[in-house]
């Protein structure tokens, strides 16, 4: 997410950008506007902004000017021009001073924003060749290489101290050996050419200086880990290709925790290298899926959530326990490997249990757990207890109750009232309420509202849409009222949730 500041001299242009920015909350932060040039550079004092979207002419100091004292003060701030004016001239005096980019207001739109942003962050990582040498990130990668065996606090305290941007997603490590009267610069050099795969949400360098050996590591945040194993060692392939140079590759691990794990056998594996022939080196691809036993596991545990929910949506307990046990020895051990997306399943498993139970909604107890902070034991627990109420529950719910709830997930963003499901299942309207309530221990209403908020929920988590399309897609008109009754339900707002469920830690 980028911090970003308006500048232009026209309120209405101002809420139109502001407007779009605010649609785009994974890309963009707007952390405020100004008129000129001249409140624009009290506000950067204060907000702190990364990048600053500017009109080009205005009173009382314009964007050109503005774009001059940004650069003279702080180099490190984007400012992209912004423009009525296709005219050759602006362009080149915004970019001889520094500007990133030249827009034409005509076409600015959320499309050209989300180009903007991935075009920002490319620039970064191919600017961090500029930060090698600073002494605070050698003494990171020195803790990390030479310092006792660390915690999973432990290293984020660590990450956190050195301001080091790293995501809890897959880490690995790269170590490049660099010969004695190496042109360092050279070798950094390329290295960010060969950063051509801008899939790559996240690379970091270090230059240890004693002995001397460029440290990459890889964090990537993506759902598929046969993806992440495809960056990674294409990358891997192609830096080897273009430097040739003893190189240390660790494994693909999943989360932050596994950090040290990754840089200690990146050394380990380059001290190998160093101290053998030096003729032969060989880059070693690692993937936990590739074997046909953990294929066929991983594809068994799927089919077998998948099915759980279907039963679940169905209010069906016949099997449900031995399921749900099977279930949570598989996700026992795969946990360790992929933290993120087994705990997601084990929550959303935890919570449709409990929507089908009737356990009201309270978000003063929902904010007080998130699974992936609980051991797997009590995990464990809160699933086994949830999975005998929800059997107890199939088995005491009659055929009326079951068409409801049916009908309700197929239809549930356009449902507009018990009624509705009266007509189309042939039940007496009140009747249907009674037992509805009788049964699930919980009214229709505040049901609806819970299904919906699941959908939601999960579309947070699968998909880059906004807060106001989601609201949409599972049956509300308002964005807002939507991010009300979800802070109700799950205790956190919709954009907290999304955060947490893919897991960024920084």
Excluded at 378 to 405: C, D, H, W, Y
Aim: one cysteine or more.
């Amino acid at each position: 997410m980028i911090k970003v500041i308006i500048v232009d001299d026209e309120a209405p242009i101002r809420a139109w950008i502001i407007s779009l920015l605010k649609k785009l909350p994974e890309y963009f932060d707007c952390c405020g506007e100004a008129r000129n040039g001249r409140e624009a550079l009290k506000l950067i004092e204060k907000a702190k902004p990364e990048l600053i979207l500017t009109d080009i002419r205005m009173v009382d100091m314009d964007g050109l000017q503005l774009l001059e004292a940004v650069k003279a003060d702080d180099g490190q701030i984007d400012v992209v021009i912004l423009s009525n004016y296709d005219d050759f001239s602006y362009a080149r005096t915004s970019f001889m001073n520094g500007a990133v980019e030249y827009l034409l207001k005509s076409e600015l739109n959320m499309e050209r924003l989300v180009q903007l942003h991935n075009k920002l962050i490319a620039a970064r990582n191919t600017a961090y060749g500029n930060r090698l040498r600073q002494t605070a990130k050698n003494d990171f990668m020195y803790v990390l290489l030479k310092g006792k065996e660390l915690s999973r606090e432990e290293i984020l305290e660590l990450v956190k101290n050195y301001d080091v941007k790293l995501m809890d997603g897959v880490v690995a490590s790269v170590m490049i050996f660099i010969p004695e009267q190496t042109d360092v610069d050279r070798v950094i050099s390329k290295v960010e050419t060969a950063l051509i795969y801008e899939r790559i949400e996240n690379l970091n360098m270090f230059l240890l200086v004693h002995p001397q050996r460029l440290v990459l590591i890889f964090n990537v945040l993506h759902n598929s880990f046969m993806f992440q194993n495809y960056i990674y060692n294409e990358y891997v392939q192609l830096l080897f290709q273009a430097i040739e140079l003893p190189m240390g590759i660790s494994e693909i691990l999943y989360g932050i925790a596994n950090l040290q794990k990754a840089v200690r056998q990146s050394n380990s594996a380059l001290y190998t290298q160093i101290n053998s022939d030096g003729k032969s080196i060989s880059i070693c691809k690692y993937d936990l899926s590739s074997s046909t036993e953990n294929q066929w596991k991983y594809q068994k545990m799927e089919k077998l959530y998948g099915g759980m929910r279907e039963q679940i949506a169905r209010r069906d307990g016949e099997g449900f326990a031995q399921k749900l046990e099977q279930f949570l020895v598989m996700a026992g051990g795969r946990r360790d490997f992929y933290p993120v997306q087994t705990d997601r399943m084990l929550e959303r498993l935890l919570l449709e249990m409990e929507l089908q139970t009737g356990e009201e909604a309270d978000s003063t107890e929902k904010s007080n757990w998130k699974i992936e902070e609980l051991d797997f034991q009590k995990v464990r627990e809160m699933l086994e207890a949830a999975g005998k109420r929800f059997e107890l529950a199939a088995q005491n719910t009659s055929p009326a109750v079951k068409g409801v709830i049916g009908y309700v997930e197929a239809h549930y963003a356009t449902i507009v009232s018990m009624q509705e499901i009266a007509e189309k299942l042939n039940y007496n309207t009140d009747y249907l309420y009674r037992v509805f309530k009788m049964e699930m221990g919980v009214s229709f209403v505040n049901y609806l509202t819970q299904l919906r908020m699941a959908h939601g929920a999960e579309m947070l988590v699968d998909t880059e849409w906004d807060i106001a399309m989601i609201a949409e897609k599972v049956g509300y008109g308002s964005g807002s009222y939507f991010s009300q009754k979800f802070r109700e339900i799950y205790g956190e707002t919709p954009m907290n949730w999304r955060k947490r469920h893919r897991n960024i830690s920084g």
